[in-house]
């Protein structure tokens, strides 16, 4: 069982940075894959980028690919994605999501485990 926490999030300017971080709990957090997702009111939630415990194997969506880092510290049990040049449509509520395994998958329905999601709001 993993628990997942977000922070965070909060309101940016377009063009600015913001630093999302994902603490989860249990010694098994280090073996999973976590993923960033994001969802706006009426919209499914959208796959924003993941980590393997596989050294490497990373993915970003095309929206954020060049403009966001994910990172780990298995150390800290955390994850962070790092976002620059942020633009308006960034804004939505961002989740952290958990899976036991190594592949990344970016559909939801592959992931296990969910924060309670925080805040993101870009002003143009």
């Known amino acids: 069982q993993v628990q997942l926490v977000e922070s965070g999030g909060g309101l940016v300017q377009a063009g600015g940075s913001l630093s999302l971080s994902c603490a989860g709990t249990?010694?098994?957090?280090?073996?999973?894959?976590v993923a960033w997702f994001r969802q706006t009111p009426g919209k499914e939630r959208e796959f924003v980028a993941a980590v393997s415990r596989i050294p490497g194997r990373i993915a970003y969506s095309p929206s954020v690919e060049g403009r966001s880092t994910i990172l780990r510290d298995n150390a800290k049990n955390t994850v962070y994605l790092q976002m620059n040049g942020l633009l308006p449509e960034d804004t939505a509520v961002y989740y952290c999501a958990a899976r036991d395994g190594t592949r990344v998958f970016t559909p939801a329905g592959h992931y296990d485990y969910w924060g309670q999601g925080t805040q993101v709001t870009v002003s143009s």
């Open positions: 249990g010694r098994t957090f280090s073996t999973y894959t």
